[in-house]
């Protein structure tokens, strides 16, 4: 029932940095484990980082030094800090939260010289 939105994607060049935002409907600190997930084209969608309401993280492995992910609960806001990214990272990034099952637009990511 919570709604999660994702922004910030854009066209960035092979390593640079990008800073997606997901803004909720209620209070983060209500919501347990909340994700930043990517899909590309022809592949599975995958779960890049989560942060739980007591601050634990995950990182995948492809991701990990490059990507944090953070939160500011006076905000209700998620936020996914991509540094230097390459085109690999090109994905349409969705926020949820893990393990639900309803998926909004997702916000694209580029990276392309």
């Known amino acids: 029932q919570v709604q999660l939105v994702e922004s910030g994607g854009g066209l960035v060049q092979p390593g640079g940095s990008l800073r997606l935002s997901c803004a909720a409907s209620t209070s983060i600190s209500s919501l347990w484990n909340v994700g930043w997930y990517r899909q590309a084209p022809g592949k599975q969608r995958e779960l890049v980082a989560s942060?739980?309401?007591?601050?634990?993280?995950y990182y995948h492995y492809s991701v990990k030094g490059r990507f944090t992910i953070s939160r500011d609960n006076a905000k209700n806001l998620v936020y996914l800090q991509m540094n230097s990214l390459n085109p690999e990272d090109t994905a349409i990034y969705y926020c949820n939260i893990v393990r639900g099952n309803a998926w909004g637009q997702g916000t694209q990511v580029t990276v392309s010289s």
């Open positions: 942060i739980t309401n007591v601050g634990g993280t």
